[in-house]
């Protein structure tokens, strides 16, 4: 699959056990702990997808995806939280999140998730 | 696998193994040097016979009884070594410490290309697994750390495959405000995918900061190791040289003793000069809980003594320190000739440079004994042959540790790892019978501390 994915989670064992995961897939894949990085890889790289998390240690996961809106970075947005909240998923569905993703994740929902949305 | 069922928690599945993601890529594609591999196979009773026969004065059944030995608390061990030699050419391997938690099996090319999971699934199949199956407790079963994931993720999917079971993989934090295990009643539990507090059975355990501060004496969860073994000396420096003194008193008679540099306890901030003039300017001063490294400070000089007071009165003031004899880069000319220790050092490399390295040995109790189980050194950065550069402090010279804070244990410093392969043993200067000794001296580090834990803990 011909696409390249952007993982946003500050769990690095996390980040670690997908990104490995998604490459044995042949599927291109960075990572990053932190909004403050993931924007900087945003703003020197172009993605297909950005997989965040909602919980990030320095900004919101939904901050992150606005501020991708507002800077008009052209990737589609999968937004992961543990909890259903109606205010962020509202948020995320005016600025066009593809998918949210509770957690725990299996990984091959995931692959399958971009398979379909690629 | 089930990523991030609770924070900070992950469900391990059997099936999940991925070689490539629990060693070092650089030793994935070594192969084991044939001496070492030799070595490894040797029975208990082959290590014995060869050391008394080139240590006459030991008591080959007092050795056999350290090496048979079934450790109560301190089942699974690390030691580091120097390989020291004096003006005399009497060489000889000296415990520097000894580890309740040691890493290791990232670093060791695997002993036959067949077992893929090589020392990760002899850990757990020949140590781990009858311990669990004879501890008679309900529960899940589950790996809780705070380091190295690289091999604490291993070990998590060999125990998937080895129960057969669904494993808890935690991270157990020290200044985690809410972590995802905690010890009700002196038994883990891990929050579940439920949120709920999941009872576990039994815990391969690599809590290193601090894990007397979350993790009880007395667990009825069965921890390998549990904390027991580290507060009796496999994680706290002057405790284990403390067991070290036993040990060489019980065994004064037998011809066996537990090698160490020169050790002073319960030092306090103001006495550290003291011992730099005793000493002969040159000492290493350790925090008693320090580890991987932090906490350690060679001095060689006035200049590198007032720094390293000056970081322990920051860090640490209220503790007690543990002052050893620095192993020297090279003979002092008019040093004693026998009890002025130097560093064996590295083969001199095509420039002529040496350097100053360690061996780290693992090893875990099973059914034949106390054997070892993975093996591997690391280098200091500058040579020990050649003056320090301007600027450079001694560290540089004696420091041996690898580590790299970024990414969580999957950094490392490359080109100072030196691995057991028929590419870089050869460098080490090692034989069988250094390896044969390292080993034995280990085994007694390891007996010490426990019969130290059994003093301080079974009353």
């Not at chain 1, 919101?60 to 052209?74: F, P, R, T």
Request: hydrophobic share 35%; with cysteine.
């Amino acid at each position: 699959m011909n696409v390249k994915v952007l993982i946003v989670e500050d769990d690095v064992v996390f980040c670690r056990l997908l990104t490995k995961y998604l490459k044995d897939n042949n599927i291109q894949t960075k990572d990053a702990q932190t909004a403050e990085v993931a924007k900087a890889l945003l703003k020197n790289e172009s993605f297909d997808f950005i997989v965040i998390d909602n919980k990030l240690p320095d900004e919101d996961g939904i901050e992150v995806l606005e501020w991708l809106a507002q800077q008009k970075i052209k990737v589609k947005k999968i937004l992961m939280s543990r909890f259903e909240d109606e205010e962020i998923i509202q948020r995320a569905t005016d600025i066009g999140v593809k998918r949210f993703i509770k957690k725990p994740l299996k990984p091959a929902v995931l692959l399958d998730l971009l398979q379909e949305l690629g | 696998m089930k990523l991030s069922i609770t924070d900070n928690v992950h469900l391990v599945e059997p099936g999940d193994f991925e070689a490539s993601e629990h060693w070092y890529p650089r030793v994935l594609n070594s192969n084991i040097h044939p001496l070492v591999s030799h070595f490894l196979y040797l029975t208990n009773q082959q290590y014995v016979e060869r050391y008394c026969r080139l240590n006459p004065e030991a008591n080959p059944e007092a050795i056999m009884k350290i090496l048979n030995y079934q450790p109560k608390y301190f089942k699974w061990s690390g030691t580091d070594m120097m390989h020291i030699t004096n003006q005399l050419g009497s060489k000889k391997l000296t415990v520097i410490e000894t580890n309740s938690c040691p890493s290791g099996q990232k670093s060791m090319p695997l002993l036959n290309l067949n077992i893929e999971k090589g020392g990760y699934k002899r850990l757990i199949e020949d140590t781990f697994l009858p311990a669990v199956n004879a501890h008679k407790e309900e529960g899940k079963l589950a790996v809780i750390y705070d380091k190295n994931p690289m091999e604490n993720i291993g070990y998590a999917s060999t125990l998937a495959d080895a129960f057969k079971e669904d494993i808890l993989l935690a991270k157990f934090e020290k200044d985690d405000p809410n972590p995802p295990a905690k010890f009700i009643d002196k038994k883990l539990h891990i929050k579940n995918e439920d949120n709920e507090w999941e009872p576990i059975r039994a815990a391969f355990r690599y809590v290193t900061q601090m894990p007397w501060s979350r993790i009880p004496v007395g667990s009825r969860t069965l921890l390998l190791n549990p904390i027991e073994a580290c507060l009796a000396g496999g994680r706290n420096k002057s405790e284990a040289y403390t067991a070290y003194l036993d040990f060489n008193k019980e065994f004064e008679n037998e011809g066996i003793s537990i090698n160490t540099p020169i050790t002073y306890l319960n030092v306090s901030l103001e006495e550290i000069p003291t011992y730099f003039e005793k000493l002969g300017k040159s000492m290493v001063i350790k925090v008693p809980d320090s580890n991987a490294g932090q906490g350690v400070y060679t001095v060689t000089s006035e200049n590198e003594l007032s720094k390293a007071i000056q970081e322990l009165e920051k860090n640490s003031p209220e503790d007690k320190y543990l002052i050893q004899q620095l192993i020297y880069s090279n003979y002092i000319k008019g040093a004693s000739k026998k009890d002025s220790w130097y560093h064996v050092g590295t083969i001199p490399d095509k420039k002529n440079r040496s350097y100053a390295f360690d061996l780290r040995l693992m090893m875990s109790y099973t059914s034949e004994g106390i054997r070892p189980l993975a093996i591997y050194s690391r280098r200091a950065r500058l040579p020990l042959n050649q003056p320090l550069p301007d600027g450079a402090d001694s560290w540089e010279l004696y420091g041996t540790n690898l580590s790299v804070k970024q990414m969580e244990g999957w950094s490392y410093d490359d080109e100072r790892l030196m691995l057991y392969d028929i590419r870089n043993f050869a460098n080490l200067g090692l034989g069988i019978d250094e390896l044969i000794s390292g080993f034995v001296q280990s085994a007694m580090a390891t007996y010490a501390i426990d019969k130290n834990a059994i003093r301080k803990f079974d009353k």
